[in-house]
């Protein structure tokens, strides 16, 4: 069976763009979180959506946006990048949403967005 | 603020020791309890759960809880060098809350 998938794997931007990341889930898993990993820092969570309704949030700007489709894959949209945006975006997998739950998180190999 | 605490490291251990990894939690409603390993450049590979107080062994790894401390670890028995990245503790109350994780070296 297929993991999560992700997609691009690297990308390099400028100042103030815009980009789009793009993630499928295991079959079967209804559950997407996005997640950013700094170097040298633990992932931080930016958004979770469940049944295509968003279900947190993280701390980050309203520069920061997130979509889940039908199928369960979910886009991850960031607008006026800026340095430090910087980063491996993770995107991850679960069966249920995460409150209240006791499912476990897989994680793709990530997206490596660099802000030039 | 939810914090998950680890000790950054470095951490070494010869080959065949024992690695003892530990991670504090701030939020009492935490129900599941993660570890992660991250080799450089890539992303983290779940290794171990645990959701209730007690151990968990899974080969060569065992996991700890204790709820009333609010602590969780990772021994790693016969360490490899291949046992050598960044294990990330995470916490799942609401969210999924991560540590900054600990690098840990096995030296042959």
């Known amino acids: 069976d297929a993991g999560v998938t992700q997609s691009p794997t690297h990308l390099i931007k400028t100042r103030g763009q815009h980009v789009t990341l793009r993630c499928s889930p295991i079959?079967?898993?209804?559950?997407v979180s996005w997640y950013q990993q700094v170097l040298g820092q633990g992932p931080q969570f930016i958004f979770q959506?469940?049944?295509?309704?968003?279900?947190g949030r993280g701390n980050f700007p309203d520069r920061f946006s997130a979509r889940q489709f039908p199928n369960y894959s979910s886009e991850l949209n960031v607008n006026a990048l800026l340095l430090g945006d910087s980063a491996l975006y993770l995107c991850?997998?679960?069966?249920?949403?995460?409150?209240?739950?006791?499912?476990?998180?897989?994680f793709g190999e990530g997206s490596r967005l660099t802000v030039l | 603020q939810k914090e998950v605490e680890q000790n950054s490291g470095p951490l070494s251990v010869p080959e065949g020791a024992i690695a003892s990894l530990n991670c504090t939690y701030s939020?009492?409603?935490?129900?599941?309890f993660f570890w992660y390993r991250q080799y450089s450049g890539k992303s983290p590979e779940l290794i171990m759960s645990?959701?209730?107080?007690g151990d968990k062994e899974d080969g060569r790894f065992t996991a700890q809880l204790n709820k009333a401390s609010q602590y969780v670890s990772l021994l790693i028995r016969d360490s490899q060098p291949s046992d050598s990245a960044t294990y990330l503790c995470?916490?799942?109350?609401?969210?999924?809350?991560f540590g900054k994780g600990t690098k840990l070296s096995v030296i042959p």
């Open positions: 959506y469940y049944e295509k309704e968003e279900r």
């Open positions: 995470a916490v799942r109350g609401y969210q999924l809350t």
């Open positions: 991850a997998s679960s069966l249920n949403s995460l409150a209240g739950g006791t499912g476990e998180l897989f």
């Open positions: 939020d009492r409603v935490s129900q599941s």
């Open positions: 645990i959701y209730s107080n």
């Open positions: 079959s079967g898993h209804k559950s």
